[in-house]
């Protein structure tokens, strides 16, 4: 008897250590500051005894190994691994699979590309924000008020992501905040607890792009914590959710390569550009989640993640080393558009270090803004603009955005999807009122960088269509010493 008592403890100690939601990221610093490595994510149900990557050039040899460490944050919701690899040969084909050696429990073997070390690398990344969870058919609406809908998806965003990984046409992907969106999840099953059961769903339906190339993420409002009405009457569930803390744990962000916070804000090279995340969430003046999460119950902290003027000091000596170091291109990226974070002295470092493009969601739809010292610049093709461009990327369809994607439109006629002047029915939520071109049709950007020029592309995410287009190109010495009045 007393042998069947250990074979049955034996076998549930290591029965739900299999790997899932398996996602990449950016790792580490070469001289130059380019990405020398990949951290490799994942979750599983019950702690492993080891969290190892084995990985190398062929896909029946993978003769390399590391390990890294677990993360765990409240009772009953599973384990989250966290493996750097490093020192790792640039623009190189690599094979690995993720798992425990100690219990025998590994994935499928997935492949990626690791980071070019070239300042002339020319590439292509996918750019968005708010991106819910599959959609209303699957996940049926119970509740419908306070901005949520009764028909949604985020399904059509998914699959232009999945062609463009199959077309090679991407190399990465960030997503500037609003993940998943699991603290809306309640809405599907208002009696339960699903925030952790959303989070997990939300990762393992993105496995097969995010086990294959980058996911970075910035954080958005809805990051902050569950205030669900499980997570509200439950205070054990609510404070163990609260500031930012699955965000903080699930995912692994280089913020230790560039003396960044968390997941909160970081930075990193690839090719002609340096990439800035920021927090427009907390640790600034005026910040909405300064003090609490989204909900703003008193008891749901939030905040804090570093000193005071810790965030602000950081983001204005990451963008000087950027201008000093010559960078030809800085593009900065948060969930808020700018009008949002008028008091915050963010705008002030993005002039002051002449940042030329700004990427933002929060608002469920997309508008794109002349350059911020040029208002009346409407234009397709800026050589020299004065100032940054923000596009506001938000569309790419959640559980607070309506159903709504573009029609067909006649072959070799263009777009026929026209501009709305006004981006936002909130004044509050933009920085212009004149954008160049905006549109509340579900859509998603993509970003194709060389060292001459910027190219932004706005695509339908129903049909595929090019709906908006920009392009930057600079001189040299306007890169440097580009005059902002």
Avoid at 221 to 235: F, G, L, R, T, W
Avoid at 268 to 287: C, I, M, Q, R
Wanted: hydrophobic letters at 35%; a negative charge; aromatic letters at 12%.
């Amino acid at each position: 008897m007393a042998w069947q008592v250990f074979f049955l403890c034996s076998v549930a100690a290591s029965a739900h250590v299999e790997p899932e939601q398996i996602h990449l990221a950016f790792a580490g610093q070469d001289a130059s500051g380019y990405p020398s490595g990949m951290t490799v994510s994942w979750f599983s149900r019950d702690e492993p005894k080891d969290s190892t990557v084995q990985y190398g050039l062929s896909a029946s040899q993978l003769d390399q190994s590391a390990t890294g460490h677990v993360k765990h944050y409240m009772r009953n919701a599973g384990f989250h691994s966290h493996v750097e690899i490093l020192n790792l040969k640039p623009s190189t084909m690599y094979f690995y699979r993720v798992g425990s050696s100690k219990d025998s429990k590994w994935s499928e073997v997935w492949s990626f590309v690791s980071a070019s070390q070239s300042a002339d690398a020319s590439f292509s990344m996918a750019v968005f924000g708010d991106m819910g969870w599959e959609s209303s058919v699957e996940r049926p609406m119970i509740i419908t008020a306070h901005g949520l809908e009764k028909k949604w998806s985020a399904k059509e965003s998914r699959a232009t992501l999945e062609k463009w990984k199959d077309e090679k046409s991407i190399d990465f992907i960030w997503h500037v905040g609003d993940i998943g969106y699991m603290d809306d999840s309640y809405a599907h099953s208002p009696l339960r607890f699903t925030y952790e059961t959303a989070y997990n769903g939300y990762l393992n339906w993105l496995q097969n792009l995010t086990a294959t190339m980058p996911y970075m993420v910035s954080p958005g409002n809805h990051e902050s914590e569950c205030h669900s009405p499980a997570c509200v009457v439950d205070p054990f569930l609510g404070r163990a959710l609260m500031n930012f803390t699955a965000f903080n744990h699930r995912w692994h962000m280089p913020s230790s390569s560039c003396a960044g916070r968390a997941n909160m804000w970081y930075s990193f090279n690839v090719g002609p550009v340096h990439f800035v995340s920021l927090n427009t969430e907390t640790d600034f003046p005026g910040a909405e989640e300064a003090k609490t999460g989204d909900g703003h119950f008193s008891w749901l902290k939030a905040g804090g993640f570093g000193a005071e003027g810790e965030y602000l000091r950081w983001l204005e000596a990451d963008l000087k080393a950027a201008r000093d170091a010559g960078k030809k291109w800085i593009i900065a990226g948060g969930h808020r558009p700018l009008m949002r974070l008028s008091h915050s002295g963010m705008i002030e470092l993005l002039e002051k270090y002449k940042v030329d493009l700004y990427f933002a969601g929060h608002a469920h739809k997309y508008w794109r803004d002349p350059p911020s010292a040029d208002v009346n610049a409407s234009a397709k093709f800026y050589k020299d603009p004065k100032g940054y461009i923000q596009v506001v990327a938000g569309g790419a369809g959640c559980d607070e955005m309506a159903f709504k994607v573009a029609p067909q439109c006649p072959a070799g006629e263009g777009t026929c999807v026209r501009s709305e002047q006004t981006p936002d029915e909130d004044p509050a939520k933009t920085s212009q009122l004149n954008p160049v071109y905006a549109t509340d049709v579900y859509s998603v950007g993509r970003l194709n960088v060389k060292t001459s020029a910027l190219h932004f592309e706005l695509i339908d995410s129903k049909h595929g269509q090019l709906l908006d287009e920009v392009v930057v190109t600079k001189t040299a010495r306007a890169s440097l010493t580009q005059n902002l009045v």
